[in-house]
């Protein structure tokens, strides 16, 4: 398998959208801390796809969170667009994620309580744009839920919610999007779809897109793939050959 493994690019690089120097993430306390994280370094090229692998309890959606400014690590240096998350409080960290970054969840995580435009609309209004339905109706109708605005999280099917999920990390037209398992709680079918929405999307917006997967199918569509394993970087690809043979 030595083939396989490929060091990951330097961080740094002016042309890097996402650089991971040195980071290092436990979680727990006591006895019960684990160290999920270890000395991860990688970089992520502005308009790349990049794909997560590795077995459960890897680090893969860890490390999709930390990318995303949504965990911090113990310790290394996390660089977005250039702007260095270490220097950022949460609240300004929470800015920069919602002009920046779209993400996308297995669970869909919509509120039930809103309709599928208040859901979309949502991340606009806290931005304070004053378009912010008109913006999120756009957003609906360009993912095949024009018909579906006013329909609630429970009258929609799993693929549906998927799309609305998709929708809202959209509309804030983001240079980011990263996406955990997106296909993980649809059927073949349905999840078929909403790869192609991503990808389609990708290229539309030339949006950077990370996204962690077990599907060998999705994953040989992006440029790298980057496997895990016990919290460690195991290896990089671009040969897909590779990775439909490798064990995820």
């Known amino acids: 398998m030595d083939n396989f493994i490929a060091p990951p690019s330097p961080a740094g690089e002016t042309s890097d959208t996402i650089a991971v120097s040195g980071v290092n993430l436990s979680l727990g306390s006591g006895a019960a801390r684990v160290h999920i994280l270890k000395d991860i370094s990688l970089s992520v090229a502005s308009g790349e796809t990049v794909g997560l692998i590795g077995p459960s309890g890897s680090g893969k959606s860890t490390l999709l969170m930390v990318m995303a400014g949504l965990e911090r690590p113990d310790s290394g240096k996390v660089v977005v667009n250039g702007i260095s998350f270490n220097d950022l409080d949460e609240d300004d960290l929470a800015r920069f994620r919602g002009r920046h970054v779209g993400i996308v969840f297995q669970s869909f995580h919509l509120i039930p309580t809103m309709t599928a435009l208040e859901n979309v609309a949502v991340p606009l209004e806290l931005a304070g744009r004053t378009d912010a339905s008109i913006r999120a109706a756009k957003e609906l109708a360009d993912v095949g839920l024009g018909e579906r605005l006013h329909h609630y999280p429970a009258q929609l099917s799993g693929g549906e919610q998927q799309r609305v999920a998709l929708a809202r990390a959209l509309a804030p037209d983001p240079a980011i ?72």
């Open 177 to 248: 999007l990263v996406a955990d398992e997106p296909t993980g709680n649809l059927d073949e079918t349905t999840g078929k779809q909403i790869v192609d929405l991503l990808f389609a999307k990708h290229l539309e917006r030339g949006m950077t897109l990370v996204l962690v997967t077990h599907d060998i199918n999705l994953a040989q569509r992006c440029d790298r793939v980057i496997r895990l394993r016990s919290g460690r970087i195991d290896g990089a690809a671009t040969d897909m050959q590779r990775i439909k043979t490798a064990s995820l």
